[in-house]
């Protein structure tokens, strides 16, 4: 099975960094695209950055319009995790990280597969 264990949360003051890393396992896990969620306190769950499946000829990236230029995604291989570097943190930034890995072969619920982390806490307060 795939299984995904986000860390790296904490409390950070306003315009500090902090790195979460989600790390995967499951050997079909390299077939998923994955994608770092967060959820604040009464807030809607939100899509924040996404990388392509480790077997991708070309790694494409995306981010959201909130934290372009301020957060960058990256896979590091031999560590078997998905990192999520930010910097220039603001109170905005307070939610849940969750990390979320996704295999679809077409939009036929019984060609996709779907795996979520149980989520980090990352909170930025003066």
């Known amino acids: 099975q795939v299984q995904l264990v986000e860390s790296g949360g904490g409390l950070v003051q306003p315009g500090e960094s902090l790195k979460l890393s989600c790390a995967v396992s499951g050997s079909i896990a390299i077939f998923g695209a994955v994608a770092w969620y967060r959820q604040g306190a009464g807030k809607e769950r939100e899509m924040v950055a996404r990388i392509s499946a480790n077997v991708s000829t070309t790694e494409t990236t995306f981010y959201a319009d909130s934290v372009k230029g301020r957060f960058t995604i990256s896979r590091n291989n031999a560590q078997n995790t998905v990192d999520l570097q930010m910097s220039s943190l603001r109170p905005e930034d307070t939610a849940v990280y969750y990390c979320?890995?996704?295999?679809?072969?077409?939009?036929?619920?019984?060609?996709?597969?779907?795996?979520w982390g149980q989520g980090t806490q990352v909170t930025v307060s003066s």
């Open positions: 979320n890995l996704k295999i679809a072969f077409s939009t036929a619920w019984y060609e996709q597969l779907e795996y």
